[in-house]
């Protein structure tokens, strides 16, 4: 069984941006989320996966993933993958011994920007670089699942 260990937090400032090792864009879709799982497929440059991770809100979840054909994965996300779909960029920032990896969202989700930091073990010590702002682990709202179903154009403004 595959394990993510994973913080999601939001930003506090852009100075992130100057250490940014490298990024690559992302198109995703969700075939299904329910209360115990979710089913994506993701198309990055030339390559494509399918998904499934466990619905369990916090630290840790189970996950999956499957590399499938291209073309495939573009005809899952056109025909069969519910709207909107979720695209966004991932910049890879090191910090310390961790690389954080910075999801800036467009389209549907423009203007938010998640950091995400996936560690080995429950009790991983980690910095936080002082671009970090809130954790939002906890807060539904920040996963992908479910800015498909509640874009973050649609949020009201008054988040945290």
């Known amino acids: 069984m595959a394990i993510e260990i994973e913080h999601k937090f939001l930003l506090s400032n852009d100075n992130w941006r100057n250490y940014i090792t490298s990024s690559v864009k992302y198109r ?10 979710s ?3 993701r198309i990055s440059d030339n390559n494509a996966w399918i998904n499934i ?7 840790c979840r189970n996950e999956y993933e499957y590399e499938i054909p291209l073309d495939d994965a573009n005809e899952i996300i056109e025909n069969l993958c519910k709207k909107p779909v979720i695209n ?3 910049h890879f920032v090191t910090h310390g011994n961790h690389t954080w990896e910075i999801d800036e969202f467009h389209n549907e989700n423009q203007g ?4 995400e930091i996936e ?3 429950l009790d ?3 910095t936080k670089p002082d671009w970090i702002g809130n954790e939002v682990t906890n807060d539904l709202r920040y996963y ?6 509640n874009p973050y154009s649609e949020w009201t403004k008054d988040i945290s």
């Open 28 to 37: 995703q879709g969700y075939l299904s989320s329910q209360a115990t799982s």
């Open 39 to 41: 089913i994506r497929v």
């Open 53 to 59: 991770k466990s619905a369990t809100i916090g630290t």
């Open 88 to 90: 966004k960029t991932r």
């Open 112 to 115: 938010l920007i998640v950091a």
């Open 119 to 121: 560690l080995t073990t």
């Open 124 to 126: 991983e010590e980690f």
């Open 144 to 149: 992908n699942n479910n800015l498909a179903n």
